[in-house]
């Protein structure tokens, strides 16, 4: 009788436990990506989501194409033509702890890109309340003409900061790029996809590299719920016996 019981004691925690796991699995598997409209589909691309920024006002032309896209039906897009200047699109963020570790990654098209040696790339700045400059980071630099690359920055916010500039940018050369899903994720729910050829299995709005992560998520999230439901059914049972 003893035994009986807590046999099904044990049972109801380790129920209990392994629900527990899977739903925080499955939440873990979804990457939340901090990028406003890192796809570019949004209406509001270059007038709310996104801020412009050149370092002279050079010669510089910002829009969104909707004749260019890796995924969903746009991109954005900087023509460059001097180079000794900055043009950059760009988001500020205030929410991230110092010491917290990010990966902030997108996708580069470019046509004639040339001088200097910095070319198209992605860019995190770090700053503190009174906007001194406390670090940056630089993606790769795609030059020349080249088809969707993937490029990335892993990066560690550091101590003192209370806000981040994130953005892309065509920085000391000339030319053209696009640029498409842009991502934003805390670094262990990072997933690079699954493959580079630009398949466009990422969704539009930029939430997920891959589709199949979603259904690990959701597979998750459901072995968790049936967990819970079977274990509310047993203590009843349990209960009324
Ligand atoms: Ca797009």
Known sequence: MFRKKN???AVFILIIVVGLLATQLGSALAATNYIKNGGAEADTGLTDDWLTWSLSGNVTQYSVDSSVSRSGSRSFKIEHGATTDISKIHQWFELFLPGGEY???GWIKTENISGGDRFAH???VFYDDDYN???AANSAGVPGTEDWTYVTIEFTVPRGTTKIDIGFL???STGTAWFDDLELVEADEYKAPSTGSGSGSG???GASPATGDNTFALLFAALGLTASIAFITTLKRAKNK
């Open 170 to 172: 065509i920085d000391d």
């Open 122 to 124: 992605l860019d995190v």
């Open 7 to 9: 046999t099904r004691k």
């Open 133 to 135: 400059t406390l670090g």
């Open 103 to 105: 990966v902030y990654s």
């Open 203 to 205: 969704s539009g709005s």
